[in-house]
């Protein structure tokens, strides 16, 4: 049984960096797709990034240059650096996974393609 576990959320302030953590266990596909999301109250979960299993990785407009998604397969981790955070990255942040080929995974920007889910990890930025 697949489980996902995040960990790294907390508060900082404008302009700082945390790096969230996502271990996963029970993983026994060869190819998948990994991903970052979001939630605030009232809002549905946006992809903030997604990684598939060959590396390719693609990021929402508003954290590009900011934000970057890596695995360190080893250790069957996934994670997220965010770096110059901005109070509206202030958030739920979920990890996701999905067993797909990296077209599914280009293309799965809804909650609804990803299958596993970790709990979240909250991330609060003060102005």
């Known amino acids: 049984q697949v489980q996902l576990v995040e960990s790294g959320g907390g508060s900082v302030q404008a302009g700082g960096s945390l790096r969230l953590s996502c271990a996963a266990s029970?993983?026994?596909?060869?190819?998948?797709?990994m991903a970052w999301f979001r939630q605030t109250p009232g809002k549905e979960r946006e992809r903030v990034a997604n990684?598939?299993?060959?590396?390719?990785?693609r990021y929402t407009d508003s954290v590009k240059g900011r934000f970057t998604i890596s695995r360190d397969n080893a250790k069957n981790t996934l994670y997220l650096e965010m770096n110059s955070l901005k109070p509206e990255d202030t958030a739920m942040y979920y990890c996701?996974?999905?067993?797909?080929?990296?077209?599914?995974?280009?293309?799965?920007?809804?909650?609804?393609?990803?299958?596993?889910w970790g709990q979240g990890t909250q991330v609060t930025v003060s102005s």
């Open positions: 996701a996974s999905v067993p797909s080929t990296s077209t599914y995974c280009y293309n799965a920007y809804a909650q609804n393609q990803y299958i596993h």
């Open positions: 990684i598939h299993s060959d590396g390719s990785a």
């Open positions: 029970g993983y026994t596909y060869s190819m998948f797709c």
